[in-house]
């Protein structure tokens, strides 16, 4: 499926979904999507308490080497070189502590934006189902006050606006259009007929055709940026395993 749906008319949209606007999906269809696409919601990373993960940041393989360095340089009384590699081993824990954490709390925030619910057409009937359950070529029929819960492009819409702070920084409601049909690289702000997972209606109402879900969503891909940062080296600790291997050597 393709990527740039805001560059795509409805009816283009609705071909690539495989679904009829006035019916929906069925509940069998869905459910055959559901297992296809898997769950709507961002990858659960059950992380380590606090204290956990902070020893974790002694566990590598490098900083071993450079604790056992200190331990050696200590019997052979440079206490002052022991002291230095132990303070370098000690700001490297914390520095990778505090990015770790910051990248849980990141990843928790993302969580707490998705929608607990949503209101679908199914079999021709609206439905509210769990947000989870959502699928790829689902109608959305949204109103003031909903949070969307997938990336979707607008099929029709009366004097709607979305709050999409969280993820173009624009403090004003971002005002939609179904009939707007922008280019392939218009930014995320200029996507006039799209709706986004984690955003909310700010006032209207209208009807939208799901996308996209989970990590496929925008939202998903800030999630798997923050989690690769997360997982990344530090320069710091980049440099220690070069100390490292020296010591090794």
Partial sequence: MPKSWHALTAEEVLAEARVAPERGLSDEEAAIR???YGPNKLDERSGPGLV????KQFTGFMVMTLVLAALVSFLLGERLDALAILAIVA????????????????LAALKEMTAPTATVRRDGQPKVVKATEVVPGDILLLKEGDRVPADARL???SSLAADESALTGESVPARKDAGWLGDAKAELAERHNMVYMGTSIARGRGEA???ATAMNTEIGEIASMIKDVGEELTPL???????????VV
Avoid at 96 to 105: C, D, P, T, V
Avoid at 237 to 247: F, H, I, M, T, V
């Fill in 155 to 157: 099929l029709s819409g």
């Fill in 91 to 106: 700001l490297n824990a914390v520095f990778g502590f505090i990015q770790e954490y910051r990248a849980e709390r990141s």
């Fill in 209 to 211: 055709v799901v996308v």
């Fill in 34 to 36: 559901l297992r296809r």
């Fill in 237 to 247: 600790q980049k440099r220690l395993e070069q100390l490292g291997r020296w010591l």
């Fill in 52 to 55: 956990a993960l902070f020893l």
